[in-house]
Structure formats: structure tokens, C-alpha cells
């Protein structure tokens, strides 16, 4: 069961959605798909060296994926 009150916004910050035009377009997903392995890396390299959590950590990875991707979408 998921939660939201009726009121709840569809869109904003936090809430957004993808573009449905681009669910299917193959170029967009294979972008995405190299963002994802990077991302991947990224957590793995993280995980095997003693990284300062204050600069560096998973929640500023998690973001920089999310911010990279909404790039993809809007262009």
C-alpha cells in the first residue's frame, strides 16, 4: 500500500515523472543504462576505498545519477 494524500502534487521537486514519449526511444534508454553502470561503479569504488562520507558518499552519488538522467529526459 502507498500512501499520498489526496492533495498531493504529481510533479515537483522530489515527485517528478518520466517522459512518456521517451519510455520506448532506445537511444534514451541505452544512456541511461551507461549512467547505471556508472553509477554502479561508482557505489563499488566507494565501498572498497576509505572515502570521507562528508564529500563523498552514497545519497550525493544517488543524486548526481537522478540529475544526470533528468538531463537525458529534457534533451
Given amino acids: 500500500m502507498k500512501y499520498a494524500p489526496n492533495d498531493a502534487p504529481y510533479t515537483e ?3 517528478w515523472t ?3 514519449t ?3 526511444d ?3 534508454i541505452d544512456k541511461i543504462i551507461k549512467c547505471g553502470i556508472q553509477l554502479q561503479e561508482d557505489i563499488k569504488d566507494q565501498k572498497d576505498s576509505n572515502t570521507d562520507r562528508e564529500t563523498n558518499n552514497l545519497q550525493l ?3 548526481s545519477f537522478k ?5 537525458i529526459a529534457i534533451s
Fill in 13 to 15: 521537486k522530489g515527485q
Fill in 18 to 20: 518520466w517522459p512518456l
Fill in 22 to 24: 521517451q519510455i520506448e
Fill in 26 to 28: 532506445q537511444i534514451t
Fill in 61 to 63: 552519488l544517488w543524486e
Fill in 67 to 71: 540529475s544526470e538522467i533528468k538531463k
